[in-house]
């Protein structure tokens, strides 16, 4: 009996390790093809053959597509790292210049966007069409956001020069400046220039 009692929990186990081997092939498949084609444009059908399973497969672990693009997301998030609005205040620890602030606040967003480039740009683009993708950039933003007011919290300015701020640190607007031919440290330079020019004439 006691035989019998082991061998089913052992079946049971090998049975939720090939479930969760297969759950993360998908979801791997998956980010490829995200990467590769776009997150709207990709279909169950691509996942499944892409992870050499059936259809039916997918559907089993995954029953919508809001269901595997949120999966894919909790990957994503581990592997860009995005700012952290608790984490904020250490940034920033130890910097009481404005221009140290401002630099440091560059520095720490283009790092992140750098490392979420592709997968972001490809986010933005279908954001519109997927709310698991809206709910994930809001999260992003979020985070940029406490970014930029813990840079900027000693300062006194104006509402719309806060949000001139917001607006120059957006994804996008670092995505155009990549297309300003200088090397990266100069780029962060002007960056850094043109949000204090920016804080400056919205006062």
Known sequence: MEDR???RAYRMKERAKTQDETRERIIAATMLLHDEQGVAATS???VAKRAGIGAATVYRHFPNLG???????AHVWQEMAPPIPERAPVIFEGLDRLEDRLQRLVDELDGFYRRGA????????DRHLIPELDQFL????????ALVREALKDEAMSGTA???????????VWGSMQ???????????LATRLLRCAIISAE
């Open 162 to 172: 806060l949000q001139l701020v917001l607006a120059l640190t957006d994804f996008p």
């Open 138 to 145: 809001r999260a992003v933003e979020a985070g940029v956001a």
């Open 67 to 73: 269901s595997l693009v949120a999966a894919c997301g």
């Open 5 to 7: 009692t082991n061998r």
């Open 44 to 46: 169950f059908v691509d």
């Open 118 to 125: 592709l997968r972001l740009k490809k986010a933005y683009a």
């Open 179 to 189: 297309r300003i031919k200088c090397d990266d440290s100069e780029r962060r330079l």
